[in-house]
């Protein structure tokens, strides 16, 4: 199993920039693959990227270009750099994990999951 915890959430002005941590512990963090998901109020949870175990990722077209995934194994931590925020990017931030390597941009494919973050971008 694994625990993930996120943070780096806060309040941010569109086109400004923030970065979100999310942190494992538990076993064999490389061995998973790592994604994003955003759920505004009233909205169904969305993905915004992934990582595989070998550092290859994929993003959600909405994010495509201004966020960049990364992890450190090292550190067993993924990382969400996110730039020319916008306030439709307002939402609780979650990070999961999965071991399986496909449909990663479905929930439903993640097994464990983090508490989440707020980012709250203003106009």
């Known amino acids: 199993q694994v625990q993930l915890v996120e943070s780096g959430g806060g309040l941010v002005q569109a086109g400004g920039s923030l970065r979100l941590s999310c942190t494992a512990s538990g076993r064999a963090f490389s061995s998973y693959i790592l994604g994003w998901f955003r759920q505004a109020p009233g909205k169904e949870r969305d993905f915004v990227a992934a990582i595989g175990r070998s550092g290859g990722t994929t993003y959600a077209d909405s994010v495509k270009d201004r966020f960049t995934i990364s992890r450190d194994n090292a550190k067993s931590t993924v990382y969400l750099e996110m730039n020319s925020l916008k306030p439709e990017d307002t939402a609780v931030y979650y990070c999961?994990?999965?071991?399986?390597?496909?449909?990663?941009?479905?929930?439903?494919?993640?097994?464990?999951w983090g508490q989440g973050t707020q980012l709250t971008v203003s106009s």
């Open positions: 999961a994990a999965t071991g399986l390597p496909y449909e990663l941009a479905y929930s439903r494919t993640y097994d464990y």
